[in-house]
């Protein structure tokens, strides 16, 4: 079946615009992750939803970095104001419910001029 | 805090011989452990994982990874690398009292694997 899929592959974009990434979860997933991964910091936790719970948004990294899930299933992480460090690889991820196997999607790769 | 820390940031091995990648966690608690692999510019697929119902995990692609709390590692292993093992892996803990799940990576091990 299809996997997760997150859009654009790549976006490339001036430093201090604001940029949005989409994540499309498997179907029927409840949980839905946000990661990224950069050079610096390795594989790092950004975000979290679950069901209509409140999302867990310990990982965000600034007030720039915000994120939403439409109707528990569509998600976008919104990058306000980017910054140079804010280049990297966004990936997303689902899970069937809490505690199951996290499914990943390719990622976004973000360029920051 | 929980945390995992893989030991070598680059393995070379030749095809036809064993891998070995290793890790160490830290945890206060009987944690999750995974193992996941990173081909380039493709997304992060599971490879095996361990949730307390056997310390000897056996994963896709032939590999498996042994949990020793003892020693309070899960290396993963292979009796016989092959070129399409060529790749970054990463060992990675999930906090077992943690409510959102939420995944923490090592720094991964990248692979080569010589001809």
């Known amino acids: 079946g299809a996997g997760v899929s997150q859009s654009p592959s790549n976006k490339v974009t001036e430093k201090g615009k604001d940029v949005e990434l989409r994540c499309d979860p498997i179907?029927?997933?409840?949980?839905l992750y946000w990661y990224r991964q950069s050079l610096g910091q390795g594989l790092e936790f950004l975000i979290y939803?679950?069901?209509?719970?409140?999302?867990?948004k310990s990982g965000l990294p600034s007030d720039r970095f915000s994120a939403e899930r439409t109707g528990g299933s569509v998600s976008t992480l919104t990058i306000q104001r980017t910054q140079q460090e804010d280049s990297a690889v966004y990936l997303c991820?689902?899970?069937?419910?809490?505690?199951?196997?996290?499914?990943f999607g390719p990622g976004t790769r973000l360029t920051v001029l | 805090a929980q945390s995992v820390t893989q030991l070598d940031s680059h393995v070379s091995v030749s095809e036809g011989t064993p891998v070995l990648l290793r890790c160490n966690y830290s945890?206060?608690?009987?944690?999750?452990l995974f193992w996941y692999v990173q081909h380039p510019n493709k997304g992060l697929q599971l490879l095996l994982k361990?949730?307390?119902?056997?310390?000897l995990v056996k994963g896709i692609n032939g590999f498996e990874a042994e949990f020793k709390k003892s020693e309070t590692s899960f290396h993963l292993t292979k009796p016989s690398a092959h070129m399409s093992d060529a790749a970054e892996y990463f060992c990675?803990?999930?906090?077992?009292?943690?409510?959102?799940?939420?995944?923490?990576f090592g720094s991964g091990t990248r692979l080569l694997v010589r001809p």
């Open positions: 991820a689902s899970s069937l419910y809490y505690r199951d196997t996290q499914y």
């Open positions: 179907s029927g997933h409840t949980a």
């Open positions: 939803f679950q069901g209509n719970s409140a999302p867990d």
């Open positions: 945890s206060s608690y009987s944690p999750s």
């Open positions: 361990y949730t307390s119902a056997a310390t």
């Open positions: 990675v803990v999930s906090p077992p009292m943690d409510s959102s799940y939420k995944l923490i």
